[in-house]
T-cell receptor, first 110, second 114 residues
C-alpha cells in the first residue's frame, strides 16, 4: 500500500522559519508535491520535486531525498497568512494517481 | 470565467438518494480528479480520468460512479447516498505529460447526507 506521514500540527512565531516533514511509502514513485489549504478553501499547489535536492520558490522551499523516501517543506519569514494546512502528496509510478498525506496544520503566532 | 467550477457548492440529501456533483473546467486539461476530504484523512482520491471516456478508480471508489463524455466535464454520482459519504468533495484538473504535478482544484462541494 501507499502511505504518507507528516506531523499533525506545527506552531511557529511570525518571522521565523518552519520545516514540515513528510515521509512516504509507495509502491512506485514519480514525484512529491506540496499543497496549501486555508480553512474553508481549496488546496493550492506550492511545489513539486521529482529529483533529489532543494527547489526554491520565494519564501517557500521544498526538499526531496528519494533514497530516504523523505521530503520537507521549508517556510521562511513566516507571516500570519501562512497559517493553513499543508499537505504532501505523491504520484505513483503510473503517473497521475495521487495520494495525499493527512496534512499539517500550521499555526503562526504574533 | 476561466477555471474550474463545481456545483452545487452545498447539498443536503437523504440516505438512499442519488446525487450528482458537477465539475467543469475551461482549460482543456486532459486529467481530472475527484477527491473527498474528511477531518484527519486529508484528501482521498475517488476517481480520476486521463481523457474523455477514460476513467479509473482511486482509493475510495465504492458507492461512486463517474463519467467523462466531454473533456471539460467530470460529474461524480453517488448512486445511493449513505451517511458515511458526508464530506467535502473537490474536483481537480491537470495537464498531461511529465512536467510539474500541479493540480488545480475547484472550490469544493460540501455534501451532507442525513
Amino acid at each position: 500500500g501507499q502511505s504518507l506521514e507528516q506531523p499533525s500540527e506545527v506552531t511557529a512565531v511570525e518571522g521565523a522559519i518552519v520545516q514540515i516533514n513528510c515521509t512516504y511509502q509507495t509502491s512506485g514513485f514519480y514525484g512529491l508535491s506540496w499543497y496549501q489549504q486555508h480553512d474553508g478553501g481549496a488546496p493550492t499547489f506550492l511545489s513539486y520535486n521529482a529529483l533529489d535536492g532543494l527547489e526554491e520558490t520565494g519564501r517557500f522551499s521544498s526538499f526531496l531525498s528519494r533514497s530516504d523516501s523523505y521530503g520537507y517543506l521549508l517556510l521562511q519569514e513566516l507571516q500570519m497568512k501562512d497559517s493553513a494546512s499543508y499537505f504532501c502528496a505523491v504520484r505513483d509510478a503510473g503517473g497521475f494517481k495521487t495520494i495525499f498525506g493527512a496534512g499539517t496544520r500550521l499555526f503562526v503566532k504574533a | 470565467d476561466a477555471g474550474i467550477t463545481q456545483s452545487p457548492r452545498y447539498k443536503i440529501t437523504e440516505t438512499g438518494r442519488q446525487v450528482t456533483l458537477m465539475c467543469h473546467q475551461t482549460w482543456s486539461h486532459s486529467y481530472m480528479f475527484w477527491y473527498r476530504q474528511d477531518l484527519g484523512h486529508g484528501l482521498r482520491l475517488i476517481y480520476y480520468s486521463a481523457a474523455a471516456d477514460i476513467t479509473d478508480k482511486g482509493e475510495v471508489s465504492d458507492g461512486y460512479v463517474v463519467s467523462r463524455s466531454k473533456t471539460e466535464n467530470f460529474p461524480l454520482t453517488l448512486e445511493s447516498a449513505t451517511r458515511s459519504q458526508t464530506s467535502v468533495y473537490f474536483c481537480a484538473s491537470s495537464t498531461a505529460g511529465t512536467g510539474g504535478n500541479e493540480q488545480f482544484f475547484g472550490p469544493g462541494t460540501r455534501l451532507t447526507v442525513l
